[in-house]
């Protein structure tokens, strides 16, 4: 099991990883369907169709996995922080109301 500091770290690594290959990608994550331990529900399943299709499309070698929070297995607190980086990336992305 992955202590909540450490798949908030990965899922923040993955994120930036991601805001530079992948501009806008945490609009196309639906967070209710999230779920890191599953190849098609995961973030990079959600953006690629499938876990190993995104690690490949992005040149992501499985030593790199867990220091970018996309390690496959079923980890809660690992959903919980890809959810946090999504909404952090969209509350931020939201134009300003006046």
Not at 49 to 68: A, E, S
Not at 70 to 83: C, D, E, I, M
Request: glycine share 14%; net charge positive; hydrophobic share 45%.
């Amino acid at each position: 099991m992955v202590c909540v500091g450490t798949a908030r770290w990965g899922a923040s690594q993955g994120a930036q990883f991601l805001d530079q290959r992948v501009p806008g990608w945490f609009h196309r994550i639906d967070v209710n369907r999230l779920d890191i331990g599953n190849g098609r529900e995961c973030v990079l399943g959600q953006l690629y169709g499938f876990y190993d299709t995104g690690l490949k499309q992005l040149g992501i070698g499985w030593w790199r996995v867990p220091g970018f929070g996309f390690p496959l297995p079923l980890l809660g607190s690992l959903n919980k922080a890809w959810r946090m980086e999504v909404a952090s990336r969209r509350s931020a992305a939201a134009p300003a109301v006046r």
